[in-house]
């Protein structure tokens, strides 16, 4: 199984922040890495696939990165509706796994 | 447009088997290349990958959960279908259907449905 590793499980920030969310795998994934936003009682959004490419009508302000095990979300501005739980997911292996999630709040 | 819609009991006793439906729209589970997965999410956890079934009819399961998952699919309905056998109050969750692109990472949501399992 690959295990994904978030942190930091939570943090605090103000509008207009650079906020900076990792996600490590277990083994390698080969950048096979999507980041979610998950507001209460929704399901959960796309943001970026494939490391770095940014979905459809997302906001510039996230940005992805990273390659082997390593990969990083950035928010270069935090907005106010940004506030939110973000999640990794890698589907380089057989099946799919997902971070344990991060949680950022208001400052 | 593309929609999916989970349905399904909101609560189950201990022991009991839960069978979800995913019915679809926008998409045919026909066409090459396409799969359907579900997922779901304790109260504040996190998310956990469940199964997930191609277009020829290949599946695949949670390792975890694999001897208690069943996902099938019923083309001529739009639907896709999955069952979890001995239901434990550690399964509450919302249960999420869902459309990967390239079966991948995941483009469509459903709106999800809670389920409780308790006596």
């Known amino acids: 199984d690959i295990q994904m590793t978030q942190s930091p499980s939570s943090l605090s920030a103000s509008i207009g922040d650079r906020v900076t969310i990792s996600c490590r795998a277990s083994?390698?994934?080969?950048?096979?890495l999507a980041w979610y936003q998950q507001k209460p009682g929704q399901a959960p959004k796309l943001l970026l696939s494939?490391?770095?490419k940014l979905e459809s009508g997302v906001p510039s302000r996230f940005s992805g990165s990273g390659s082997g095990t390593e990969y990083t979300l950035t928010i270069s501005s935090l907005q106010a509706e940004d506030f939110a739980t973000y999640y990794c997911?890698?589907?380089?292996?057989?099946?799919?796994?997902f971070g344990q999630g991060t949680k950022v709040e208001i400052k | 447009q593309i929609t999916l819609k989970e349905s399904g009991p909101a609560l189950v006793k201990p022991t009991q088997t839960l069978t979800l439906t995913c019915t679809f729209s926008?998409?045919?589970?026909?066409?090459?290349?396409?799969?359907v997965g579900w997922i779901r999410q304790p109260p504040g956890k996190a998310l956990e990958w469940l199964a997930l079934i191609y277009w020829n009819d290949d599946k695949r399961y949670s390792p975890s959960l694999k001897a208690r998952l069943t996902i099938t699919k019923d083309t001529s309905k739009n639907q896709v279908v999955l069952t979890m056998t001995d239901m434990d109050p550690v399964d509450t969750a919302t249960y999420f259907c869902?459309?990967?692109?390239?079966?991948?990472?995941?483009?469509?949501w459903g709106q999800g449905t809670l389920l409780t399992v308790s006596s």
């Open positions: 869902a459309l990967p692109r390239y079966n991948n990472y995941i483009v469509h």
């Open positions: 997911q890698q589907y380089f292996g057989t099946f799919w796994t």
């Open positions: 926008g998409f045919s589970l026909t066409t090459s290349g396409v799969s």
């Open positions: 083994q390698g994934i080969s950048n096979s």
């Open positions: 494939g490391t770095s």
